[in-house]
């Protein structure tokens, strides 16, 4: 029964996103639902101190980066930046190509280090754009967006500082250069794969006559400054922020150490206020990048974002408000169902497939896939069976790094179910609907977890690491 729990409130959590109603109304009544149906008398206690909790402390640390990513993406659009490096990239690769020019984008970026959630905000005014005027369905460009930035550059590419590749490291010994053969092979295929099944769908809605659409929302605005700015010159912003990122996200902990304290200034006696700098440098490294983007695009196209600035701004901070809120929501559910009886029953039976890797790869996204994230389900799983996947590898001669890989890869397999915090995002923020678009979502994240499986079969067949 308490396993049957889990499993209704995520498929009622799951349909409700599905069908469009708010994930910040419905992820609380699935999460507390579940628990009036395991313990009543806990419903209260786990609401207040550990759904709003956990809530309160996912916006404490990320809202900022939301709210300066939407702003980052709006001034952009605002600058005619987009509108610059469209027409470049059209004038480059052709009309034809405009889905690959969205996902080396999105990679670069996120291999740059930028939060997956900031990629959403900074290339989707370059997506519609690009989209509109090569007359792709607008509905594709989530399916787009996600391969580029929710998949191989975020876990696969030996290397990336995403933090579903940064976990492992803590748990195995290893570092972020973990199998890098083994990566680099799975990014392949994740990518060929990709753009195949994307070209298809381009195709098929080529033939049929649809184009870009129609009685859209949230589309950008139409650039009205004139004279295009020089690609070049539109590029340097999104430059600046993938090179700043990684350069503050160096410095930040040489210049505070490991924590830092201050006493505020308040009358009476007050405690210090220490901050762990190794929790907070990274998000501290992307406020700053994101802020210098900013100024960056102001100091060059200063005349057309400030014509329209004050209505731009309110638009950027409403969406970071309902992305960041969704998100949020989902986190607290997911906090709410790992401490559930029914997801220990879960998590224990995954002991019993038999092969280490395999039942890695399998505990590790299904875990991911049951709270809808990436990083807090391989969390969870590490946690508690870090120590049974190293005894394993032992016995049957697998190195750690192999572990870290198959596990990075995982977690972003099946985490990207339709109340997954970052698919709602991508969607609030483009403006489509899971009917939509969640489709081609779905296929991305099926050729994601395919290619964790894809390199446990070329480490069995050949010892690649």
Partial sequence: MAFLIVLAALGFLMLAAYRGYSVI??????????????????????????????????????????????????????????????????????????????????????????????????????????????????????????????????????????????????????????????????????????????????????ASGEGYGTELVNEPVAFEGGKLTHPLIALLPLVLVGVLNKLLGDAIPRLYGSSHSFVPAVIGEAKPVVQEIAKIAAIWAVEGALLVGILCVLACAWRPVTRRFAEGSKAAVGGALLASMNTASEYGFGAVIAALPGFRLIANALHAIPQPLVNEAVTVTALA????????????????????????????????????????????????????????????????THRQSYRDIFAITLIKTAAVFVVILIYSLTGLV
């Fill in 25 to 206: 109304l419905f992820a609380p009544v699935a999460a507390l639902g579940a628990v009036l149906l395991t313990d009543p008398s806990l419903v209260a206690p786990i609401f207040t101190g550990l759904f709003m909790d956990k809530m309160v402390g996912f916006l404490k640390l990320y809202f900022p980066v939301f709210m300066l990513g939407a702003l980052f993406g709006k001034v952009i659009e605002l600058s005619g930046f987009s509108q610059s490096i469209v027409a470049a990239t059209i004038g480059l690769v052709g009309r034809s190509r405009a889905m690959l020019s969205i996902v080396i984008v999105c990679a670069l970026l996120t291999y740059g280090g930028v939060s997956l959630f900031v990629v959403v905000f900074a290339v989707y005014p370059f997506a519609a754009e690009l989209f509109r005027q090569s007359n792709i369905p607008k509905r594709l460009i989530p399916g787009t967006i996600a391969l580029g930035a929710f998949t191989f550059t975020m876990d696969s590419l030996p290397g990336t500082p995403q933090i579903q590749n940064i976990i492992p490291t803590s748990f195995f010994g290893t570092n972020t250069w973990a199998a890098p053969w083994l990566g680099t092979l799975g990014a392949v295929f994740i990518l060929i794969v990709g753009l195949l099944y994307l070209e298809s769908r381009r195709r098929k809605a080529l």
């Fill in 369 to 432: 896939g049951i709270t809808g994230s990436a990083s807090g389900g391989m969390s969870i799983a590490l946690a508690a069976m870090a120590e049974t996947f190293i005894h394993n590898a032992q016995a049957a001669g697998i190195p750690m790094e192999v572990l870290h890989r198959v596990a990075a890869m995982a977690s972003g397999g099946m985490d990207t179910l339709p109340h997954n915090g970052a698919v709602i995002t991508l969607l609030a923020v483009t403006g489509l």
